[in-house]
């Protein structure tokens, strides 16, 4: 049995840098060989994975969300595939706690061991993946444009900090979207398409259960108005989930063509696109294998 680690020293204040032996320790007491891969850039955790995942039984990723998300893209690149496990090491961490997993090295290295085994869902768009969420319009930009130093020493707190100085900037969006047979047309203060009940730290209601296997996005979008009416639809929105329609449409799509006559930023869980003027966002049942905590596994899988 093999297991490989792939981390970005960079995410979290850099605190993997300190834990990188426990987790090798650890797998060392059910894996053969462990060996680690520490990030040299943007894309290389991706790359390393497509050249090197063949040959070994588990995949961890540790870092942030921008960390597990290159693992995905090469693995998606790949078959067979090896099982992906994640240690969440970021500011946000998103994907840790859809997943179940704790703050905590020790708890979160236990599930790894435990192997709660399931499949999930990957979305696809133009060619590259996601897991968790897409999103376009106001707020989106705060996960990446909060800088470095700032998330250093500021935590999470850096992202309400960047996304009360985007609150001032007008960057709705003017989109047409087919989803399922359904289509749809206007001027839109934010679009969202997610599984999971986590955005940029913060945990917002869901009026129906959120499966991460059942081939479905959940769809919001908020139409423009102006920015503070819009702003206090997101804020109740937040609070109250899909029973919350003021200015609001909610649906489920498992595939989607969005086009824009002006090119847009598109953000994927967490991390910015370059700008496009036409996506296609496919979701593909159950295509990685992945240890989540008991829990998620009852609550948020069939």
């Known amino acids: 049995m093999r297991a490989l680690v792939v981390y970005n020293g960079f995410s979290g204040k850099s605190k993997i840098l300190k834990h990188i032996d426990y987790i090798c320790q650890k797998l060392k007491t059910k894996y053969e060989i462990v060996e680690t891969f520490q990030s040299t850039g943007p894309n290389s955790i991706r790359d390393y994975v497509i050249q090197n995942a063949k040959d ?9 969300d921008g ?19 994640y240690v969440p090491t970021g500011t946000c961490n998103d994907t840790g706690k859809t997943l179940g997993l704790k703050k905590s090295l020790r708890k979160t290295m236990k599930i790894i061991l435990d192997e709660n085994k399931t499949f999930l869902d990957v979305n696809q768009i133009n060619g590259q993946y996601f897991i968790y969420g897409l999103a376009a319009g106001n707020l989106t930009n705060v996960s990446y444009e909060a800088k470095y130093k700032a998330k250093k020493m500021f935590g999470k707190f850096a992202y309400y900090l960047e996304a009360v100085k985007s609150i001032g900037k007008d960057k709705s969006i003017h989109i ?23 955005l940029a730290s913060l945990k917002f209601h869901r009026k129906k259960r959120i499966y991460l296997n059942n081939g479905k996005l959940y769809i919001t979008l908020i139409r423009q108005t102006n920015r503070f009416i819009n702003t206090i639809d997101f804020i109740l929105f937040m609070l ?18 969005i086009t824009s006559k ?16 036409r996506i296609e966002v496919t979701v593909l049942p159950e295509q990685i294998e992945i240890i989540v905590s008991k829990r998620v596994l009852k609550r948020h899988f069939n």
């Not at 109250?240 to 063509?257: C, D, L, P, Q, R």
Request: without cysteine; hydrophobic residues 40%; glycine residues 10%.
């Open 56 to 64: 070994f039984d588990l995949v961890l990723a540790a870092g942030g």
């Open 67 to 85: 960390s597990i998300n290159e693992a995905v893209n090469g693995l998606m690149m790949i078959k067979p595939r090896p099982t992906l496990a």
């Open 176 to 198: 047409d979207i087919e989803a399922d047979g359904k289509k749809i047309s206007g001027k839109y203060f934010l679009f969202l398409a997610t599984n999971t009940r986590y």
């Open 240 to 257: 109250i989930g899909e029973g919350y329609k003021h200015n609001i449409e909610h649906f489920e799509a498992s595939n989607m063509i």
């Open 262 to 277: 002006k090119a847009i930023p598109y953000n994927t869980d967490g991390e910015g696109l370059p700008k496009l003027s």
